[in-house]
């Protein structure tokens, strides 16, 4: 299937400029992106000189590459791979080079689909006898590689529509079935594993299975932050405690999913680290850490290795609706996943090309999501929790902060299951609270306001808590309501899940403090140095 012109071409186009491999953003060219043997070892030959630093490439600085490599070098020489390079320097243009890694990476996913059992008759047409040929080429030539996925994607939902519709859809009687409800919740009540802060998991109890929980604040606040500390807090049942100079047990051995889409996956990996060690996240990615913190840090990164199928982390920089909900459906059903983290609900160049055509607007594109992650909630039965920014008027507002503040639009709240938002604690605030705010021993650095909660009674109130942006870690130390009263009769609940038995998190506390090591690392050792800056690495023939 593969174009020999348009392999010829690429080559040809990365000897005269080979600094376009290092435009990541745009091109992304592995040996897997060829068929042919001598292909993949021609543009691994071309990707090695251009990291050695070569700014033009030379048939002749190719061929003396390869000497060093006999045996490919016997093959290069047998398929005349000389003059097949003489002919794409000379014949290549290097402004056409868009072009031809485009039209490279449409063939590819061709390929692909028919590899995966889909049928792309439709759009690339592979019998020239066809009385269509010319026309379907003409069509495919005009296509990108997201117009021929799109395609496959419409065709998938069209069938998916005759099946699904209506699946969600129940009738029955008030009375029917209600016994057996409960004596459900008798041996199992409808509360979720613990999240961070007690009083938060007793206002909502805990992370529920089919419910979507969001978070609103503005930028600096700690989304990005408590997300990541909340899923550490589910996947990882063990701390480091500095206070007390060990490793304690808290948290469950939930698997997790967190899907970044503003942060790299290092980002999210040096959060995880900090949120486990203790350590301000600063330290480690400056890397100043005393003896004592790197054994810690070490520790830490054995405690990742031990529960590492516990977090996944998918990187999703331009979401669409269809987008995320296949990665999700994918990552859920394959691993086993029962809580999602989304980060987070923003209007994306995809998001919004998705329904270009529909002239839907932003507000309403932006409530699709928010609805398409609720609908994913029911339909896998997994806890989500997601957030969004906060618009200019969240300090205008007195009272409960609520979906008055959401930035892009209200309607992002109409599905949810538990809406708060989430600012820094003002001096004014403190001094309201006088005592309230001195007698935990902490001075509260957050406060979440709960506007929205199904199925729990404790709605417009406030949680005062003090949370770390360096480690992630969050502790809850009262509640108030909107006048900053304390709430009557409220006892917070410390809610524990955990897939594991207590006695063998106990054996783990204690092999860790001994210094034991809880997994064999081995080879999947986590290179410190490697979490900050993606290093290039050469390719193996």
């Not at 063998?504 to 064999?520: A, C, F, P, Y």
Request: proline content about 2%; charged content about 25%; glycine content about 8%.
């Amino acid at each position: 299937m593969e174009n020999r012109n348009v392999v010829m071409q690429l080559f040809g186009c990365l000897m005269k400029n080979p600094l376009l491999l290092g435009e990541v953003n745009s091109y992304n060219l592995t040996p897997d992106d060829f068929e042919k043997r001598l292909d993949k070892q021609i543009f691994a030959g071309i990707y090695n000189l251009f990291l050695g630093g070569a700014e033009r490439i030379t048939v002749a600085d190719i061929d003396n590459y390869f000497k060093g490599h006999k045996a490919i070098y016997d093959s290069f020489v047998k398929a005349n791979g000389i003059e097949y390079l003489q002919d794409a320097e000379e014949l290549s243009v290097s402004e056409n080079f868009p072009y031809y890694y485009s039209t490279l990476k449409k063939y590819n996913a061709v390929k692909d689909l028919k590899k995966a059992g889909f049928d792309t008759s439709s759009f690339y047409p592979e019998n020239v006898l066809d009385e269509n040929y010319e026309k379907k080429m003409g069509r495919f030539d005009a296509m990108t590689v997201q117009n021929i996925f799109d395609e496959v994607r419409q065709k998938l939902i069209e069938v998916e529509g005759k099946y699904g519709a209506g699946t969600n859809t129940k009738t029955s009687t008030a009375v029917e079935g209600l016994g057996e409800l409960l004596e459900s919740l008798k041996s199992t009540p409808d509360i979720g594993a613990a999240l961070q802060g007690s009083h938060f998991n007793t206002v909502v109890r805990g992370a529920r299975k089919g419910a979507f929980y969001l978070q609103s604040s503005g930028t600096g606040v700690g989304k990005t932050r408590g997300m990541v500390g909340d899923a550490c807090y589910l996947a990882y049942p063990v701390i480091y405690d500095w206070s007390v100079s060990e490793w304690i047990s808290s948290g469950s051995t939930e698997k997790v999913l967190y899907v970044g889409t503003e942060q790299t996956i290092s980002e999210i990996q040096t959060l995880i680290l900090s949120y486990l060690s203790g350590i301000n996240e600063e330290k480690i990615i400056s890397n100043r850490l005393t003896n004592i913190e790197q054994q810690v840090l070490e520790q830490a990164i054995d405690v990742m290795t031990r529960f590492e199928d516990n977090f996944t982390i998918v990187q999703l920089p331009d979401p669409t609706i269809q987008l995320v909900k296949g990665i999700i459906r994918k990552e859920v059903l394959l691993k086993d996943i029962e809580y999602v983290f989304y980060d987070y609900i923003f209007s994306s160049p995809g998001l919004l090309g998705e329904f270009r055509d529909l002239r839907i607007r932003e507000d309403v594109v932006l409530g699709m999501l928010s609805t398409a992650l609720k609908d994913i909630c029911v339909e896998l039965q997994v806890f989500l929790k997601s957030a969004t920014q906060v618009n200019g008027d969240l300090m205008d507002i007195k009272g409960i902060r609520d979906q008055r503040c959401i930035r892009g639009s209200k309607a992002i709240a109409d599905k949810i299951d538990c809406g708060v938002v989430t600012a820094r604690v003002t001096k004014e605030e403190l001094i309201t609270l006088g005592r309230l705010g001195q007698d935990s021993g902490l001075i509260p650095t957050q406060v979440t306001d709960v506007y929205k909660l199904r199925r729990g009674r404790y709605n417009n109130v406030r949680i005062w808590s003090s949370f770390d942006l360096g480690t992630c870690r969050k502790k809850d130390l009262f509640i108030t309501d909107e006048d900053f009263k304390p709430i009557e009769g409220f006892v917070p609940v410390e809610l524990n899940f955990t897939s594991m038995e207590i006695g063998e998190i106990d054996e783990i506390v204690r092999m860790l403090n001994e210094g034991i090591m809880i997994s064999s690392i081995g080879e999947a050792a986590i290179n410190i140095e490697d979490l900050q800056v993606d290093n290039p690495k050469k390719w193996e023939f």
